[in-house]
């Protein structure tokens, strides 16, 4: 027993230091285990996050010996780590022309501590393994490593960026050409949503700058448009086409414009298209003009060909006005075929009225001005256009309205037509008002390029109107806004007006009616007053004296001598000027001289009224002339005292017209 307790005082103590030791030894293998765990963590999250990086990450050393390299950098550079690892990290990614910088910026670092490339974004240039150089953004950042300092890079690819901000920086270069730029310009992405527009598109589109930009098309354009037409061409586009458009679209603030656009594809430096640049010309002015143009070819052919029947056509209504009235003379007007005769010369003269206003747009065909009393013409409108209808007119004519410098059959159909413009344009009855007034050279007028005196005429409807996007066109030639008419009424007085050195402009609006102002030059010679309760003059009584009619068509020189023989007179015929002087000449030698020759203008393949009227004059200055036509493209018409004659006579003529002509003539000395 007291062996041990003296053995348990000699080995007590060493046991409890071993029993102590063992538990130090324990506490102490567990936080190693603890730690390495955790250390385990830690490096494997820094593998992860080395790995799964997405920029690229590169350790180098002092020597800029390559020790990491993530498989970012594998794929931002194209070199596998296995194959870089503990290679020159400049040599192998830094452009040669930049790599003594990068070599003198490390070393400056590694010296003082301080660089520009270390601890400091920079954007540089790089390559690739196949040399391809690119844009980078970096940042190096020292780490202590068991008391060596290393670098690691992060390093970001920032071309796409780059290659943005310098075609900002092209753009802004050219920003005032663009901005200016009277074409509307957009750029749009692969996305369909505007990048940029200048201010010409955006005025166009009536829509705010901050309603585009950012926007996708079928938001600023709708679902329908960009589904039907835009995106299709869009993708087109894209594709590598270009696509141009010639479209009508409505203004945003009333009416239509007429677009001329082109799709372009925007391309890239590296020849990729990442867009599309919409451009737009507002080409509604040259469509017009094209219109126009193809109008006035039209016309032009329709004057042409009228030009070309007028002759033989005018002569071929004469001589069926002519023979109408000789039946309608030989039948009391109780006869049912007076009745029938008197229809179809009322029908004669609407294909005249036709034929005329054909001739309008021909060339050629000068007015044949003569003083017109205003009133007449009017009051003879009315009656024949308003006959029969739910319309009545109301007019206000001054007793001193001046008579009109005007073509009589031409200012007729002016008349005519503004007068039957208003009776269509009121289906359901309603009134024409018309008045009229002297315009002296020092009174107001619409155009600055009117002058002299003049002879103001408004016609005034009770109609519907017109619209505003209409009322433009109103005076084109084939356009109309009724469902039946061909279109060339006010297209006529318009030519009409314009030959007479006049004016004639249109005021309406939708549901308010329409007028319709005329300027056309005045003669003051003598104010005429139209007096209703004045009846027709009587026909005088037959004169004895000769007449000569030449005329190349033998249905007219027939009808010319029934006429003229029914009122007494003795009457031979020529067919063209050489016969027509032969037979003067010998009516003179033999005591029966010619009073008077009816010579028609135009002799086809012959001697024609002009050439005839200067060797009659030159024959007999006394000699008397009248001269009748059709149609003629020259002056003479027109003009005709300055070659001679001291009448015209336009076909077709009647019976009236024939006799009125030749008793003013006989009585002239």
């Known amino acids: 027993m007291a062996t041990v307790k003296r053995l348990s005082l000699v080995f007590g103590p060493l046991y409890l230091c071993f029993v102590a030791g063992s538990c130090w030894l324990t506490y102490v293998v567990v936080r190693r285990r603890k730690s390495e765990a955790a250390l385990a963590i830690s490096e494997r999250r820094k593998s992860l996050t080395f790995s799964a990086a997405l920029d690229a990450i590169i350790t180098f050393d002092s020597d800029c010996k390559i020790i990491e390299f993530n498989p970012s950098a594998e794929a931002m550079f194209g070199h ?26 490390l070393q400056r670092y590694y010296e003082t501590g301080e660089s520009y490339l270390v601890g400091h974004r920079i954007e540089t240039l790089v390559q690739r393994r196949n040399g391809e150089e690119f844009y980078v953004e970096s940042f190096l950042t020292p780490l202590q490593v068991e008391g060596t300092t290393l670098i690691t890079a992060f390093v970001r690819d920032v071309t796409v960026r780059k290659q943005q901000e310098e075609t900002l920086v092209e753009l802004h270069k050219h920003g005032h050409i663009v901005s200016s730029a009277t074409d509307m310009l957009a750029l749009v992405n692969k996305e369909y949503i505007y990048e940029a527009v200048n201010p010409a598109y955006q005025n166009a589109s009536q829509v705010p700058v901050g309603d585009l930009v950012g926007h996708s098309l079928l938001e600023v354009v709708g679902e329908e448009y960009f589904n039907s037409e835009l995106k299709e061409r869009i993708d087109r586009c894209l594709a590598g086409e270009v696509v141009t458009v010639d479209r009508l679209y409505p203004r945003p603030t009333g009416g239509d414009v007429y677009i001329h656009a082109v799709y372009s594809p925007y391309v890239d430096a590296d020849g990729e298209t990442q867009g599309v640049i919409l451009s737009g010309r507002d080409v509604s002015g040259q469509r017009r003009l094209e219109e126009e143009l193809g109008q006035a070819r039209k016309l032009e052919s329709v004057g042409v060909l009228a030009g070309g029947i007028a002759h033989d056509f005018n002569n071929i209504l004469t001589g069926l006005f002519g023979n109408l009235e000789l039946v309608m003379e030989a039948l009391p007007q109780d006869h049912t075929a007076y009745n029938h005769a008197q229809s179809a010369s009322q029908a004669l003269r609407r294909a005249s009225g036709l034929t005329q206003q054909l001739l309008v747009f021909a060339k050629g065909g000068e007015p044949i001005l003569d003083a017109v009393n205003v009133g007449q013409v009017i009051q003879d409108s009315i009656e024949f256009t308003l006959s029969g209808s739910k319309v009545s007119a109301d007019c206000r004519l001054p007793e001193d309205l001046w008579q009109v410098r005007a073509d009589n059959e031409q200012f007729y159909q002016v008349i005519s037509n503004l007068v039957v413009n208003s009776l269509q344009a009121m289906p359901d009855g309603g009134t024409i008002y018309i008045e009229a007034a002297n315009i002296g050279d ?151 001289p010619v009073d008077l020759v009816i010579m028609d203008l135009t002799i086809p393949g012959g001697m024609g009224g002009e050439e005839a009227i200067a060797k009659l004059l030159a024959l007999d200055p006394k000699a008397k002339a009248i001269v009748s036509s059709g149609y003629s493209t020259g002056s003479v018409m027109a003009n005709y005292k300055e070659h001679g004659f001291k009448d015209i006579l336009a076909k077709p003529f009647q019976m009236a017209d024939l006799r009125e002509k030749i008793e003013w003539v006989l009585q002239q000395k």
Request: aromatic share 6%.
């Open 442 to 592: 020092a009174d107001e007028r619409e155009s600055p390029y009117l002058s002299g005196d003049l002879v103001k005429l408004t016609i005034r409807d009770e109609g519907n109107g017109i619209p505003a996007n209409r009322i433009e066109k109103i005076f084109d030639p084939y356009y109309t806004t009724k469902t039946t008419g061909r279109g060339l009424g006010l297209a006529t007085v318009h030519r009409i007006i314009v030959k007479h050195h006049g004016h004639v402009s249109v005021v309406s609006a939708a549901g308010e009616g329409t007028t319709f102002t005329v300027y056309i030059p005045a003669d003051k010679t003598s104010p005429q007053k139209v007096d209703d309760n004045v009846e027709p003059a009587k026909a005088s009584p037959p004169t004895s004296a000769n007449i000569l009619v030449m005329d190349d068509d033998q249905m007219i020189r027939d009808l010319s001598v029934a006429m003229l023989e029914a009122q007494g007179y003795t009457v031979d015929t020529a067919v063209d000027g050489e016969a027509a002087i032969d037979k003067y000449v010998a009516a003179r030698d033999v005591g029966k």
């Open 80 to 105: 596998r780590y296995r194959n870089v690892r503990g290679q020159d990290v400049v040599e192998l990614i830094v452009p040669q022309s930049m790599r003594n910088r990068f070599y003198r910026g």
